[in-house]
């Protein structure tokens, strides 16, 4: 497959390979992975909480995806369970995560985005915004907006080469000099 394929394809960049799935907001590998970018995010903003508004939560966010690394020998899975979906065991270990947040008039704001450092630069990251992407305007919405931070200068080079740009921060994020909010029109 390529990086063409529907969401929850299996994309082999490199030498790495990723399967990402939706999951519920809930689910142990969602709730695990998002503890740990908000204890990257406290890290860098000397802080525990540095997010503006309300946090996203089960009730307002549309959709959760987490990728699953997966070695060569995973990448004939189909999965194993009645519903079709892969098994924790042909998963391998959760390696990132997100959310879109819903914001009306076909917007979007993506939520919680987060890539375990040893799998940055596999192409986990890219995968996970296109899954976004394809899922967000598969539902009729026109544009993904986002919030970075000044002390997240690798999000704002990723999200550059994937063709997002600064736009006025919106919402929660108005007025805020360490925010920096990006957006895309989707195709």
């Not at 079709?84 to 979007?108: E, I, K, N, Q």
């Not at 921060?169 to 000099?177: I, K, L, P």
């Amino acid at each position: 497959m390529t990086g063409e394929d529907v969401a929850g394809g299996l994309v082999t960049t490199g030498a790495a390979s990723v399967k990402v799935e939706r999951v519920a907001w809930e689910h142990p590998d969602a709730v695990a992975l998002r503890a740990r970018q908000r204890a990257e995010i406290a890290a860098r903003y000397g802080r525990p909480d540095s997010e503006p508004g309300v946090p996203p939560s089960a009730d307002d966010i549309a959709a959760f995806f987490v990728a699953y690394g997966a070695d060569q020998a995973d990448e004939g899975d189909e999965g194993d369970e009645e519903d079709g979906t892969a098994s924790s065991a042909a998963r391998g270990p959760a390696v990132g995560c997100a959310g879109l947040r819903h914001l009306g008039s076909g917007a979007g704001e993506i939520k919680r985005m987060y890539v375990e450092p040893a799998w940055r630069g596999t192409g986990a990251a890219t995968r996970l915004l296109r899954t976004l992407e394809e899922w967000a305007a598969g539902r009729g919405w026109t544009e993904l907006r986002l919030e970075t931070g000044d002390a997240q200068p690798d999000a704002v080079r990723f999200y550059t080469r994937c063709g997002y740009a600064r736009i006025p921060n919106f919402g929660a994020y108005a007025g805020r000099e360490n925010s920096w909010c990006f957006g895309r029109r989707l195709p």
